[in-house]
């Protein structure tokens, strides 16, 4: 049982702050719900009956958003090639309502778009995933959106650049109509 005030995350939503607990006749049924504030004024009502089944949890502490912020900065994990596989791992990894599993989504599906593009699917999956990640660490971190989307960004862009860089650059546009050797002169 949670309380006003607790700061919990409801699974494919994210995070927010108990606002009441309140009694709803919804369809001729008595029901006691969270009234959950989420970020842009959002309210979410949640039964108090089913929160546990549907994954509501407290948010993480700052030990564990610091574990979130070195997942971010991690390589990317094997992802299927067929992109319905994928879109239905990641999926799964997002109703899990896990935080680093979500991390992963985020960071897989921004080097995916580096490299080259995503499906439209794809693309509102990882804007869901973001919003569901920042939505938490903005708690946990207490820090404003602003703030914790433009970190998430700052380390997928540094571990993308650590860990695929070398892989885009010989292959750029550039270096196909001016070939360069070694020592960055023109071979021509």
Not at 146 to 165: G, H, P, Q, W, Y
């Amino acid at each position: 049982m949670f309380n006003v005030g607790d700061k919990i995350v409801y699974p494919m939503h994210g995070a927010g702050t108990i606002d009441s607990i309140e009694e709803k006749d919804i369809l001729g049924e008595k029901q006691s719900y969270y009234i959950l504030k989420m970020p842009g004024e959002v309210k979410v009502m949640i039964p108090t009956a089913k929160a546990e089944e549907v994954g509501v949890r407290n948010i993480i502490d700052k030990g564990a958003a610091d574990k979130v912020f070195s997942i971010l900065e991690q390589d990317e994990t094997e992802m299927e090639k067929n992109w319905n596989k994928r879109y239905r791992d990641n999926m799964d990894k997002m109703k899990s309502g896990d935080i680093y599993e979500i991390a992963d989504v985020v960071r897989n599906l921004s080097f995916k778009q580096k490299e080259k593009g995503l499906s439209t699917g794809e693309k509102k999956m990882l804007n869901n995933a973001k919003q569901i990640l920042v939505s938490e660490l903005v708690l946990a971190e207490h820090a404003s959106q602003d703030e914790v989307e433009e970190l998430v960004d700052n380390k997928i862009n540094t571990s993308f650049m650590t860990f695929r860089a070398e892989e885009i650059v010989p292959n750029s546009v550039v270096n196909k109509f001016i070939p360069f050797d070694e020592t960055g002169t023109s071979n021509e």
